[in-house]
């Protein structure tokens, strides 16, 4: 690596903000000698630009030795973030591979398979006379021999001793905060009967109960897996000896080789006096139950699938609260790794935060809060009349919540929503929409790219703590791990925060609505950046508009549903009639819309139901795709 060229190899014309200083500043911490760089910039900075430049600093195959790494690789855990760069023509040198799957095979008769379960997976000793212009093998042939690769984290660490993707000079990985997370999550081994083709040929004990005098949870598994793993190899060489397999057959057979890793990875593991890596194993069920293998602070894993890949890295993130904390998390040295700090360099006044909190969000407090909330957002809606708003919900179950109570008040002509299935569609339909629309998300606070009108405003909802009963922070807590509780929390909202204001003359609002989110900046003072705590210091509690669901209306051909408001419904969850509104301006016995050509809702009491709550924004279009007599082309959406 050649430090001294970072600079140089910027990719955009100009810089922008701290760009021209951190580019220095990282040039002179890889000149000091560090493996590790840690750039830790504010959401907006261009880490996406800084991570190009330095990787144009890795040796070229003309300046290195045949046996010498060369080139750089680019990861993230983030796929939107690889689509991002994909897309961005300061970005074309990059060469980007994805996994087989999001390729499809174009063999005659096969442009509907992807490549994973194509002829040349089904058929032994396939020859595939047109693999030249196969799309996945095409794109990684590029990518291997490109001076740049890019790929998801999830990519990267499958390909870790792949003859293919060898030892690079230079990797940055960008969204690096959550390494020692998205390591667990990739580590953990889940052995259930959707993961486990030989799930009805083995016995599954109790591995508390079953555990010997000597044993624990953990020594049980190892023996139960032993016993699992021998009869994954005998399904999988049955298969594998095979002529020809149908799709089923091939999902079985790759499925098998995975587990078979899995599993082998954990008893090698398991069986190492010297591994760092400590393991917890979570079985509710009992016997006859799916059981789940976690790691904690997979050093090692790392190791084989991050950190031998590698002779220099950078990892940029605006949220790597503490050095000496990620650097044990992810098995470093902090003597080996420095941190370069970017300056912020967007206005304070363009990115306020407004405490609007309305009680505690915690599950025994939820049922009591999450009307107040709703009933928040109406106003902040009549605030923002013409301009789009995000809802951070946390999980599904407040997500579902809110959307009904927005119904029952009569605002759901501007609401949006996802579930699991349609979450990508969703999105990009909001950020699509020319109308003021109101998206209640699930964990959509990083790696989403909000700038200008895409969204102007956004209310957290919840303090984003890990979940307790999750045996891995059960037992760090128990371990008195209360900082890194606290930090991970931190470390989402900050995440969250940056998602609306994306450049300096960019602008956005952020609303806190849980009361938990004001102890936690207390709690986790000590691991806030600088800048974070500057907004943090300013915030202030706003003067809203009263609750008018008709005011929340203002920017779209929409009315309040009949009743919007009057709590005529009884909460299906707290058993309790839904709180009156009738003497907050509410609206009662509106009915009708305004006239006008009906796409944003304007027949928005023809599009109620019984319980005079209107159609959310993506309950009419999944309604429109189902009566359009393209339908049966373009499926149920």
Same mark, same amino acid.
């Given at each position: 690596?050649?430090?001294?060229?970072?600079?140089?190899?910027?990719?955009?014309?100009?810089?922008?903000?701290?760009?021209?200083?951190?580019?220095?500043?990282?040039?002179?911490?890889?000149?000091?000698?560090?493996?590790?760089?840690?750039?830790?910039?504010?959401?907006?900075?261009?880490?996406?630009?800084?991570?190009?430049a330095i990787m144009g600093a890795a040796e070229?195959?003309?300046?290195?030795?045949?046996?010498?790494?060369?080139?750089?690789?680019?990861?993230?855990?983030?796929?939107?973030?690889?689509?991002?760069?994909?897309?961005?023509?300061?970005?074309?040198?990059?060469?980007?591979?994805?996994?087989?799957?999001?390729?499809?095979?174009?063999?005659?008769?096969?442009?509907?398979?992807? &490549?994973?379960?194509?002829?040349?997976?089904?058929?032994?000793?396939?020859?595939?006379?047109?693999?030249?212009?196969?799309?996945?093998?095409?794109?990684?042939?590029?990518?291997?021999?490109?001076?740049?690769?890019?790929?998801?984290?999830?990519?990267?660490?499958?390909?870790?001793?792949?003859?293919?993707?060898?030892?690079?000079?230079?990797?940055?990985?960008?969204?690096?905060?959550?390494?020692?997370?998205?390591?667990?999550?990739?580590?953990?081994?889940?052995?259930?009967?959707?993961?486990?083709?030989?799930?009805?040929?083995?016995?599954?004990?109790? &591995?508390?109960?079953?555990?010997?005098?000597?044993?624990?949870?953990?020594?049980?598994?190892?023996?139960? &897996?032993?016993?699992?793993?021998?009869?994954?190899?005998?399904?999988?060489?049955?298969?594998?000896?095979?002529?020809?397999?149908?799709?089923?057959?091939?999902?079985?057979?790759?499925?098998?080789?995975?587990?078979?890793?899995?599993?082998?990875?954990?008893?090698?593991?398991?069986?190492?006096?010297?591994?760092?890596?400590?393991?917890?194993? $979570?079985?509710?069920?009992?016997?006859?139950?799916?059981?789940?293998?976690?790691?904690?602070?997979?050093?090692?894993?790392?190791?084989?699938?991050?950190?031998?890949?590698?002779?220099?890295?950078?990892?940029?993130?605006?949220?790597?609260?503490?050095?000496?904390?990620?650097?044990?998390?992810?098995?470093? $040295?902090?003597?080996?790794?420095?941190?370069?700090?970017?300056?912020?360099?967007?206005?304070?006044?363009?990115?306020?935060?407004?405490?609007?909190?309305?009680?505690?969000?915690?599950?025994?407090?939820?049922?009591?809060?999450?009307?107040?909330?709703?009933?928040?957002?109406?106003?902040?809606?009549?605030?923002?009349?013409?301009?789009?708003?995000?809802?951070?919900?946390?999980?599904?179950?407040?997500?579902?919540?809110?959307?009904?109570?927005?119904?029952?008040?009569?605002?759901?002509?501007?609401?949006?929503?996802?579930?699991?299935e349609n979450r990508d569609a969703e999105l990009?339909?909001?950020?699509?929409?020319?109308?003021?629309?109101?998206?209640?998300?699930?964990?959509?606070?990083?790696?989403?790219?909000?700038?200008?009108?895409?969204?102007?405003?956004?209310?957290?909802?919840?303090?984003?703590?890990?979940?307790?009963?999750?045996?891995?922070?059960?037992?760090?807590?128990?371990?008195?791990?209360?900082?890194?509780?606290?930090?991970?929390?931190?470390?989402?909202?900050?995440?969250?925060?940056?998602?609306?204001?994306?450049?300096?003359?960019?602008?956005?609002?952020?609303?806190?609505?849980?009361?938990?989110?004001?102890?936690?900046?207390?709690?986790?003072?000590?691991?806030?950046?600088?800048?974070?705590?500057?907004?943090?210091?300013?915030?202030?509690?706003?003067?809203?508009?009263?609750?008018?669901?008709?005011?929340?209306?203002?920017?779209?051909?929409?009315?309040?549903?009949?009743?919007?408001?009057?709590?005529?419904?009884?909460?299906?969850?707290?058993?309790?009639?839904?709180?009156?509104?009738?003497?907050?301006?509410?609206?009662?016995?509106?009915?009708?819309?305004?006239?006008?050509?009906?796409?944003?809702?304007?027949?928005?009491?023809?599009?109620?139901?019984?319980?005079?709550?209107?159609?959310?924004?993506?309950?009419?279009?999944?309604?429109?795709?189902?009566?359009?007599?393209?339908?049966?082309?373009?499926?149920?959406?």
């Open positions: 690596m050649d430090p001294s060229r970072i600079p140089d190899e910027f990719p955009a014309p100009s810089f922008r903000g701290a760009q021209e200083q951190a580019l220095d500043d990282i040039r002179d911490a890889f000149a000091a000698g560090n493996r590790v760089v840690l750039v830790r910039a504010p959401t907006g900075s261009g880490k996406s630009l800084l991570a190009r070229t195959a003309g300046e290195a030795a045949p046996s010498e790494a060369t080139g750089a690789y680019y990861t993230t855990p983030q796929v939107s973030q690889i689509d991002d760069i994909e897309a961005d023509e300061l970005l074309d040198d990059l060469a980007v591979i994805r996994g087989k799957s999001n390729y499809d095979c174009v063999l005659p008769g096969e442009h509907d398979t992807p &490549v994973n379960r194509a002829p040349c997976a089904r058929q032994q000793g396939f020859d595939c006379s047109i693999r030249h212009r196969c799309p996945y093998f095409s794109d990684r042939a590029i990518a291997s021999g490109n001076r740049f690769a890019a790929m998801t984290l999830a990519y990267f660490m499958r390909t870790a001793g792949s003859e293919v993707f060898r030892k690079r000079d230079v990797v940055v990985i960008d969204e690096a905060h959550g390494l020692a997370e998205w390591s667990e999550m990739y580590a953990t081994i889940e052995i259930s009967p959707e993961r486990v083709p030989v799930w009805d040929d083995v016995g599954v004990p109790d &591995v508390e109960a079953d555990a010997g005098p000597e044993e624990d949870a953990v020594d049980r598994t190892a023996r139960f &897996v032993e016993t699992l793993r021998d009869v994954a190899i005998r399904a999988k060489d049955e298969l594998v000896g095979r002529p020809e397999l149908d799709r089923e057959e091939v999902a079985r057979r790759d499925r098998l080789q995975e587990l078979i890793s899995e599993l082998g990875w954990f008893l090698e593991d398991y069986r190492d006096p010297e591994s760092p890596t400590s393991w917890v194993v $979570d079985q509710p069920g009992g016997e006859g139950s799916a059981i789940d293998v976690k790691p904690l602070d997979p050093a090692r894993y790392l190791r084989h699938t991050v950190w031998d890949r590698g002779n220099r890295f950078a990892l940029l993130s605006a949220t790597i609260l503490s050095k000496e904390a990620f650097c044990r998390g992810v098995g470093l $040295d902090p003597a080996d790794v420095a941190l370069v700090d970017v300056e912020h360099t967007f206005p304070l006044e363009n990115r306020p935060l407004y405490d609007v909190t309305q009680g505690s969000m915690t599950y025994e407090h939820r049922d009591e809060t999450v009307p107040k909330i709703a009933r928040l957002i109406v106003r902040l809606m009549a605030e923002h009349p013409d301009e789009k708003g995000l809802i951070h919900a946390h999980s599904y179950d407040i997500a579902e919540r809110l959307t009904e109570r927005l119904g029952e008040f009569g605002v759901a002509a501007r609401v949006r929503r996802h579930d699991r990009e339909a909001w950020k699509a929409s020319a109308d003021p629309e109101v998206f209640v998300s699930v964990k959509m606070e990083e790696a989403l790219d909000l700038k200008g009108d895409l969204c102007r405003w956004q209310v957290v909802c919840k303090a984003p703590y890990r979940n307790t009963n999750d045996s891995r922070v059960a037992r760090r807590l128990a371990d008195g791990q209360w900082a890194w509780y606290h930090r991970t929390a931190l470390r989402t909202v900050i995440q969250a925060c940056g998602r609306v204001v994306r450049a300096p003359d960019d602008y956005g609002a952020t609303y806190l609505a849980d009361d938990s989110l004001l102890d936690l900046f207390e709690r986790a003072e000590a691991d806030t950046p600088p800048w974070f705590r500057d907004q943090v210091d300013a915030m202030t509690t706003p003067s809203l508009p009263a609750f008018d669901p008709e005011a929340a209306l203002a920017g779209i051909d929409a009315s309040p549903s009949r009743g919007a408001g009057a709590g005529r419904r009884r909460s299906r969850r707290s058993g309790g009639s839904s709180e009156s509104s009738g003497s907050s301006g509410a609206g009662d016995g509106r009915s009708g819309g305004r006239d006008g050509d009906g796409d944003a809702g304007a027949t928005a009491a023809a599009d109620s139901d019984d319980g005079g709550s209107v159609r959310t924004r993506s309950e009419r279009d999944a309604e429109r795709r189902k009566d359009h007599p393209l339908s049966d082309v373009w499926g149920d959406g």
